[in-house]
Nanobody, 119 residues
């Protein structure tokens, strides 16, 4: 099982990035996929989740209205579109998979991608 996050980078406040989570080694369509982040000196927190079959979504309050999660099961990829980025969004972003939608301890984790929001 592999999950690989990509698409991070340096962006100015107010800018946008789209993260991708490419998966392999399992049937992604059977799993809920979540995005988490960890900022320096802080605990990891969940950001967004998308369910396996009906693509229900949920977002943490700090990112509601700015981030959008989506999935393409044919491409085994989940995306996180991040708009109107703020300095407090700076973190390493991870994608993770679990049977349970909204799991706070997903079974499978990918390596992270760094997002830095700074002028």
């Amino acid at each position: 099982v592999q999950l690989q996050a990509s698409g991070g980078g340096l962006v100015q406040p107010g800018g946008s990035l789209r993260l991708s989570c490419a998966t392999s080694g399992f049937t992604m369509g059977d799993y809920a996929i979540g995005w988490f982040r960890q900022a320096p000196g802080k605990e990891r927190e969940w950001v967004s989740y998308i369910s396996s079959r009906d693509s229900r979504t949920r977002y943490a309050d700090p990112v509601k209205g700015r981030f959008a999660i989506s999935r393409d099961n044919a491409k085994n990829t989940v995306y996180l579109q991040m708009n109107n980025l703020k300095p407090e969004d700076t973190a390493v972003y991870y994608c993770a998979a679990d049977y349970q939608y909204g799991s706070v301890r997903p079974q499978y984790w990918g390596q992270g991608t760094q997002v830095t929001v700074s002028s």
